[in-house]
């Protein structure tokens, strides 16, 4: 039978009370398949109910054949080695013990001759060169991540679970992760924001609330199929508002008709000549004619605007983010940004960046790239002036706001609304509430606590504050926006920093996002070092 994940009926929520998933019946089956939805849709969760580490409510999970499961930032335990991790440290210890030639004749037929090979070629894959031996907790996040990517591959599973596999990946990381789902084939399942990996994905399935929905091909082939309900939604808004309109003018005319009507009779009874008992009756149908009326333009304006209102809901949620941002003011010929012959780090004995200079004029989009630990968190402690360097001059000439992975700007206790107050004092409430409006903080959405909200909303939330102002910085520096985003939220940064007329410098391995905001030069960090485009 071949291999397969089959959800049946099934229910999940929260222990707050949430529902996740209500009566969800679909099914998986060999293919790369990119899982896609709004951050708290459930993407994590529902790949934790099909390993097993969760248990459904109601319906059941039926997966026919093996899985292999990769969690974001998984821990290692204490003292576990890549060996411990790709589950072959008693096949090691045999197979040193028969090169040794120590090992119990009885299991020589159990001696895994090409292990060392197999398992150099999974690390390969990977794009990692780690010994058997190395403890987990001495690679960077990255590399474990690879390393357990390795080791599902070794595995050979029928399925696997990957949640946001290239998060927290250099550039190289990220290709060597595209490059292995690239060559698979068997069935993934692979929770992911990265539109570049989702490109390689034979379908995507999108997670709402309403339940799942599988698109065949890549992730553009996805946005094709998008746009076209996004027009589909807006062609069945134009009927619906011209049924609307039909309909008030058509109730209009017939009651300009009745009234007309009813006009003739009342002169004629007026006149005489007709008995009263028949004027009654008249009287009567009338009424009955003009309330049986009401009744149906009521049904028919009632339809109408319901149409109306789920075309407009599903145009919400289809349409991509659009904002307009003030202008900074930044003048095309002026100095941002200048760092001349930086050295800096942390320890005495080893510096992080090493006579490093570069100069940013006028609305620049500088991209600064570099593997991970080459120092681009270090250059932007630098920048802002949170690190002083040992050697050299930084020094930014124009107002600039900083927006870190976390948008340690924002006050976690304060609403959103309190925030931007905050960030902008000279801007009265109206100005406050129109600025939040343009990043899709509409009235109580604007009064949430910073605590409660999602990361893409935070950042959208960090952006509006900084960018909503009467005057925007002229410098905007990001260090890892993408990171924890959502494709909606990520959509949505994208937006606002397209409107934005300033200098960007931004960290981010994400190709897609640095063409979309309009990157244009590179930076490169290696060894300290900086070259650049």
């Not at 229910?11 to 529902?19: M, N, R, T």
């Not at 998984?74 to 030639?101: C, K, N, S, Y």
């Not at 789902?181 to 399935?205: C, K, N």
């Not at 008709?257 to 009756?281: F, H, N, Q, S, V």
């Amino acid at each position: 039978m071949p291999a397969s994940i089959t959800l049946s009926a099934l229910g999940y929520a929260l222990p707050d009370s949430q529902v996740l998933f209500s009566d969800l019946t679909f099914s998986f089956n060999l293919e790369r398949t990119g899982l896609v939805g709004r951050n708290g849709v459930g993407k994590s969760t529902l790949l934790k109910l099909i390993a097993g580490e969760c248990v459904p409510h109601s319906g059941m999970v039926s997966v026919t054949g093996t899985l292999g499961v990769l969690r974001q930032g998984f821990a290692p335990a204490p003292g576990e080695t890549v060996a411990d991790l790709f589950g072959i440290r008693g096949a090691l210890d045999l197979l040193q013990a028969a090169e040794a030639g120590s090992a119990d004749p009885a299991r020589w037929d159990e001696v895994d001759w090409t292990l060392p090979a197999r398992f150099a070629a999974a690390l390969g894959r990977a794009g990692l060169d780690a010994e058997a031996e190395i403890e987990l907790a001495a690679l960077s996040g990255g590399q474990r991540t690879r390393a357990g990517i390795a080791a599902l591959v070794f595995a050979a599973p029928d399925f696997l679970l990957l949640d946001e596999p290239t998060n927290n990946l250099d550039r190289d990381g990220r290709a060597a992760i595209a490059g292995l789902l690239a060559g698979w084939h068997g069935g993934a399942i692979v929770v992911s924001h990265d539109r570049e990996l989702l490109e390689q994905m034979d379908a995507i399935v999108e997670l709402t609330t309403l339940g799942a929905a599988r698109y065949g091909g890549g992730w553009s082939a996805f946005e094709a199929r998008k746009a076209l309900e996004l027009d589909a939604a807006h062609r069945d808004l134009s009927e619906a508002e011209r049924q609307l309109e039909d309909t008030h003018a058509k109730t209009q005319r017939a009651a300009e008709r009745k009234a007309r009507k009813d006009g003739t009779g009342k002169r004629k009874a007026a006149k005489g000549g007709a008995p009263r008992i028949l004027i009654g009756a008249m009287k009567r149908r009338a009424e009955a004619s003009s309330g049986a009326l009401q009744n149906l333009a009521a049904r028919q304006t009632a339809e109408a605007e319901d149409a109306a209102q789920a075309a407009r809901e599903r145009i919400e949620v289809l349409e991509k983010l659009k904002v307009s941002v003030p202008p900074s003011g930044l003048a095309a010929g002026r100095v941002v940004l200048r760092l001349k012959g930086v050295t800096a780090g942390y320890d005495a004995a080893r510096s992080v960046l090493r006579d490093v200079s570069f100069e940013l004029r006028g609305p620049e989009r500088v991209a600064v790239a570099g593997g991970n630990g080459a120092g681009k968190s270090t250059l932007l402690k630098v920048v802002t002036g949170a690190l002083a360097p040992w050697a050299g001059e930084a020094r930014v000439a124009v107002p600039f706001v900083m927006l870190d992975q976390d948008v340690s700007l924002l006050d976690p206790a304060g609403t959103v609304l309190d925030n931007f107050r905050r960030l902008n004092p000279q801007t009265d409430e109206n100005a406050c509430r129109a600025a939040l409006a343009r990043f899709r903080f509409w009235a109580g959405a604007a009064l949430q606590q910073v605590a409660t909200l999602s990361g893409g909303e935070r950042l959208r939330a960090g952006l509006a504050a900084a960018l909503g102002g009467a005057v925007p910085p002229q410098l905007l520096i990001l260090d890892e926006p993408t990171n924890h985003l959502d494709i909606a939220s990520l959509e949505a940064v994208e937006a606002g920093l397209c409107a934005y007329d300033g200098a960007l410098l931004v960290v981010s391995h994400d190709a897609a996002f640095l063409q979309c905001v309009g990157i244009t030069r590179t930076l490169t960090l290696s060894s300290g070092r900086m070259s650049g485009s």
